[in-house]
Structures are given as C-alpha cells and as structure tokens.
C-alpha cells in the first residue's frame, strides 16, 4: 500500500510537470514520426535483464533528477517533462494484480473527478499475466494519457507508468502501446 501511495505521489509530480510546462520553446524540432523515430529508440532494461523495454525518441534516464527515491524508481522523461516513463519496483503484495489496479483507479477518482478509464484489463507478456490500466487524467488544467502495467517479478510489485500528453486520445493511447508492446519479461 505504501508503495501504491508513493507511485500516486509520483504520478501526480509528472502530471504537474507536464501542466507547468504545456509547450515547448523548441520551434525547430523535428516532426517526423515516421521510420526514422523508430531507428532512434533507446533499450531499457532492469531487474538484471528479467525486464526490459525501449524508450522511444527523445526520452533519456532523469532518475537522479526527479524525486529522492534511489535504487527502486526509475523516471524516463523528455526534455519537456510532458512524456515519462516511471518504473517502480516494490515489495510483493498478497493482493491481486486486478485488486491493486481497482484500488489505484479509485485513488485516481478521489483525486480527478473528470478521470476517463480507457481500459482496466488484464494482459500477457511472454507468459506472464499482468494488469494494465488506462486512463486519462486532468492535472493543472492540462489532460494527460496514463497507462500503467502492474506485474509480479521475481517476489517484486513492478509498476510501470508511461504518461503522454492526451491532446489527441488515440495518438497518446498508441505512443502508450508502443512502449508496452517492447515490454519483455524473462
């Protein structure tokens, strides 16, 4: 539970974050979202390899710069602030990977009474059976695309948080699966 609380604490800091910081000054940057994007991700991986992923263009480590927390978060953001990847890993719980996803999007109702639940399911990677919640969440005036993949590894609660600008719903929820559809587990 404790844990919970410091990944909605973490949740909360990105979606700030990305309100105060709604554009970019970066007038030049490129736009291209086609093949040279996907030649320019960056592999992740934890857990001495038992779990990996890749980030895409423009995302790099800032764990030492976001939060206190030091050899159980990992934050992977852009220059902006507005696309991150957080991973926490945890103490392993009794609860169920669907009863913890429940408990988390009733915390994310208390706080975000506008809160759109895209999806709350469960799916498998590489045999194993995790639960992904999807979300939209209002922070600061500013929507945000969530989703988080909660699984147990090796006796560990590993919680993974990708969070996108939600301006267009179904460009954010397809940055969001390409991360996901990386994600191994061995």
Not at 44 to 72: H, R
């Amino acid at each position: 539970m404790r844990n919970l609380a410091k990944f909605m604490g973490i949740t909360l800091l990105v979606a700030g974050l990305a309100a105060c910081d709604g554009k970019t000054d970066d007038k030049t940057a490129p736009v291209d979202k086609g093949a040279s994007a996907a030649a320019a991700t960056q592999p992740i991986s934890l857990l001495d390899g038992k779990v990996s992923f890749t980030l895409p263009q423009g995302m790099s480590d800032q764990s030492g710069k976001l939060g206190t927390q030091s050899n159980n978060m990992h934050v992977y953001a852009d220059s902006t602030g507005q696309k991150a990847v957080i991973v926490i890993v945890g103490d392993n719980t009794s609860d169920s990977l669907e009863t913890l996803a429940n408990r988390l999007q009733a915390q994310q109702q208390e706080r975000d009474t506008n809160l759109q639940v895209v999806t709350n399911k469960s799916i498998q990677v590489d045999g194993q059976t995790l639960q992904q919640l999807d979300s939209i969440i209002n922070a600061g005036g500013e929507k945000a695309y969530s989703s988080v993949v909660l699984g147990k590894i090796d006796n560990q609660l590993i919680t993974l948080q990708i969070t996108l600008p939600a301006d267009d719903q179904a460009q954010a929820q397809a940055g969001a699966e390409a991360i996901i559809s990386t994600l191994k587990i061995q």
